[in-house]
């Protein structure tokens, strides 16, 4: 998957935004509930794009087994990996670990702000 589709899929999730991260101008933010699930590198790493996703810790394990592209954060926690986009992981897997991600970020959510995010309406992609 591209960086431009990988974008744009992000933006499908309901209710998610975009900004440039105010600590480095070289990276897009997409939050949901002003939350962010998403990293985007906006200048390739070794000619590649990545994005940082959240994920449930035994799922991170299983998908840094299968895939090359999927790798550790630096502080080697299972919370969040690193996806190289146009890699072994296939367009259809990065887009539901993109969902996973903001599923991860609504469930830590206040139950409150988790209803409010269910009454959202949707976007489809």
């Given at each position: 998957m591209n960086i431009e589709d990988f974008r744009e899929y992000c933006?499908?999730?309901?209710?998610?935004t975009e900004s440039i991260s105010l600590q480095n101008h070289k990276i897009l933010v997409c939050k949901v509930m002003e939350?962010?699930?998403?990293?985007?590198l906006l200048e390739p790493e070794d000619g590649l794009f990545k994005a940082y996703l959240k994920c449930n810790p035994?799922?991170?394990?299983?998908?840094?087994?299968?895939y090359n592209g999927i790798n550790p954060?630096?502080?080697?926690?299972?919370?969040?990996?690193?996806?190289?986009?146009?890699s072994d992981?296939?367009?259809?897997?990065i887009k539901e670990l993109?969902?996973?991600?903001?599923?991860?970020?609504?469930?830590?959510?206040?139950?409150?702000?988790?209803?409010e995010y269910k009454e959202l309406h949707q976007i489809k992609y």
């Amino acid at each position: 998957m591209n960086i431009e589709d990988f974008r744009e899929y992000c933006l499908s999730v309901k209710g998610a935004t975009e900004s440039i991260s105010l600590q480095n101008h070289k990276i897009l933010v997409c939050k949901v509930m002003e939350k962010v699930f998403v990293y985007i590198l906006l200048e390739p790493e070794d000619g590649l794009f990545k994005a940082y996703l959240k994920c449930n810790p035994d799922r991170s394990v299983e998908l840094r087994e299968k895939y090359n592209g999927i790798n550790p954060d630096n502080f080697k926690t299972f919370l969040w990996n690193w996806v190289t986009l146009e890699s072994d992981v296939p367009d259809e897997l990065i887009k539901e670990l993109v969902l996973h991600s903001a599923e991860e970020v609504i469930q830590k959510l206040p139950r409150k702000k988790q209803i409010e995010y269910k009454e959202l309406h949707q976007i489809k992609y």
